[in-house]
């Protein structure tokens, strides 16, 4: 029987991990990820965790070390945060092209200067076209099956790609939560052991990683960019087959209340849950307004999205990532350029809240739903409009 | 002593592997020093090996897809990266093993690089990988500048050398800087083994390689690899700078076995270095003073690597 247990978020990761059979976790500590990979070697440290925990030096040698480790064949997990992310930026492009499977959950958090630890989903934003599956998971429940969803998408032979768990630093990875542990027998039942297509082995050779000449490094983009849009059906698949076996329901799209609404929230990641309360608040108050959860980032489910609007026509798109000179945040243009010129598709506004740990409480969605009400009726000036900027 | 040694009698010409694991056709430069080291390096550790490839020279040459000069199991990852890459192979061959997932067999880590992916952009993931001990051997092919991308300098780039990014000019002779000393980098890590090896010096080179592979834990071997296109030398006089570089001390042959410093060749009467830098266009514009002063530090360093070998 799989338990209930009051948990940090951080720790019931690693315990996922752990019920994965993780086997090789090269990491390097940066706040607010550390609680994970702390917990990982104490796992292995103690026995409970047959894996190999590689302290390495920094989060490009955890990145490197990770690629190395899952092209010999083995199951591979790490996890970080922030800068940490950004120095591991340029191996990140490698692995997916090269169709090397892996798991890392990135606990969001700002970007320097000034220096933040404090939550937001900037690091994450930065990575966006690394070619990763990515998740973003709402609450430590969510957390924790996404984490096991995460090796049954990314090892799938038809997927074969690296993918990340999105969780938000310290409002999850921090918090104390009552959160279902499954149990091994079952996670054994969801996720076979790992048996990668090609691998490192002295007794069938194979060249990885070789050079792209300009006769095929068209090709072999476009070969990761049908990869990973193929990847969808396989994520789908492995949510109805998690819920088949743990019982709980995932959709590459949440909605909440959006029947009949004329305002939307569109939001990702644990503000979602200040979100619904703010929702239903409103929606007391008489007013029709719903909640759109992203919880699949990429690839982009622009059918489930458009599927999930329906007839509303007003949308107010929550970024926590402030690109400085850009037209507006990444979900914001991303929505923007999907719904461009589809007869009847919705008005959309973008805002930026919730950077570098700055609370987005439930007055702050109110406040978005009715700006984006009266932009709906006279065009604003801005492309985007920052929530909660002191004035003093 | 190392233990895993004793059984090893050291490679013959007369019984010299004769598989090619790493195959002719492959694109590399004329006289090139480096892809000739490679492939003793290759002949040494034999078939069951993973090679772990820092971006440059020896990757591009071999590698352009849908064409592979290897026949071992190799990867590429990036440039400053191949010792990250080869403690993940090894640790996951570790954990597989023990999960009974592959064969027992030994099979050795090869993670290898320029000069610059080792000593300058690669030093902070190969002190990682030397420090936590990975059972994995490096080997550094060292033609002493950025070849790959246009002969720019490196630290290993020798003083007074002719590079892109070091030209000698009004108010410059070349490279500023002394050589780098890597291979004593690697020492001050603690690893059972480093060594220095030539291409010029066949069999001690094949030698070494082979005791890096077979100790237990890291190991690392310098390789002196002359370049004809970055040197600006003759491409049939490769292998002939390379002993050069030995007999006039410049690049001396030793092995560090657990700290003990052994010296390959001691050199009696060494050759003045003029012998050794004519010849080479990088070295063409150095006016004696120069050409003196490098005299006297390579006695100097010599003297000191000596000293280190007397004392240890």
Known sequence: MSKRVGIEVSIAISEAVGLARAEVIPAYPITPQTHIVEHLSEMVANGQLDAEFVPVESEHAAMSCCCGAAAAGARVFTSSSSQGLSLMSEVLYIPSTMRIPMVMVVANRALSAPISIWNDHQDIMVQRDIGWIQTFAENGQEAVDLTIHAFKVAENRNVSLPMIVNIDGFTLSHVIEPIELPDQEDVDKYLPPFKPRYKLDPRRPITMGPVGIPEVYTEAKMAHDMAIKNSKRYILKAWKEFEEVFGRKYEPIDTYRTEDAEVLLVGMGSICETAMTAVDQMRDNGQKVGLLKIRLWRPFPAQEFRKAVGKTKILAVIDRCLPPGAVCGPVGAELRSMFYKIPGSPKIFSFVAGLGGRDVTVSRFEEMVDKARAFAKKRPRELYQVIGVREK | ?312
């Open chain 2, 1 to 312: 002593m190392i233990p895993e040694f004793e059984k090893f009698k050291g490679f013959k010409a007369k019984s010299m592997p004769k598989e090619e694991l790493l195959a002719p056709g492959h694109r590399a430069c004329q006289g090139c020093g480096e892809v000739l080291a490679l492939r003793m390096v290759m002949k040494a550790l034999g078939k069951d090996v993973i090679v772990c490839n820092a971006t440059g020279c020896m990757e591009i040459i071999t590698s352009p897809y849908p064409h592979t000069a290897w026949n071992v199991p190799w990867i590429h990852v990036a440039f400053e990266n191949a010792a990250a890459v080869a403690s993940g192979v090894e640790s996951a061959r570790k954990v597989l093993k023990r999960k009974k997932k592959i064969p027992k067999k030994h099979v050795d880590i090869l993670a290898v690089g320029g000069d610059g992916a080792t000593g300058d952009i690669g030093l902070q993931w190969i002190s990682g990988a030397m420090e936590r001990g990975h059972d994995f051997l490096y080997v550094c092919l060292d033609n002493e500048a950025y070849m790959n991308t246009g002969v720019q300098r490196s630290g290993c780039t020798p003083y007074g050398a002719m590079t892109t990014t070091s030209p000698p000019g009004k108010k410059s002779f070349g490279q500023v800087t002394w050589k780098k000393n890597i291979p004593a980098i690697m020492v001050a890590h603690n690893i059972p083994y480093v060594a220095t090896a030539s291409p010029a010096y066949f069999l001690d080179l094949m030698n070494k390689v082979k005791k890096a592979a077979l100790v237990k834990g890291p190991a690392y071997v310098h390789i002196f690899s002359p370049c004809p296109t970055g040197w600006g030398s003759a491409g049939e006089r490769s292998i002939e700078f390379a002993r050069l570089a030995v007999e006039t001390k410049v690049f001396p042959l030793y092995e560090v076995i657990e700290g003990r410093y052994i010296m390959s060749r001691k050199i009696k009467k060494a050759k003045p270095v003029t012998e050794y830098l004519k010849g080479q266009r990088r070295f063409r514009h150095l006016d004696e003073a120069h050409i003196d002063y490098i005299q006297k530090r390579v006695d100097a360093e010599y003297e000191k690597l000596l000293r280190l070998s007397e004392m240890t």
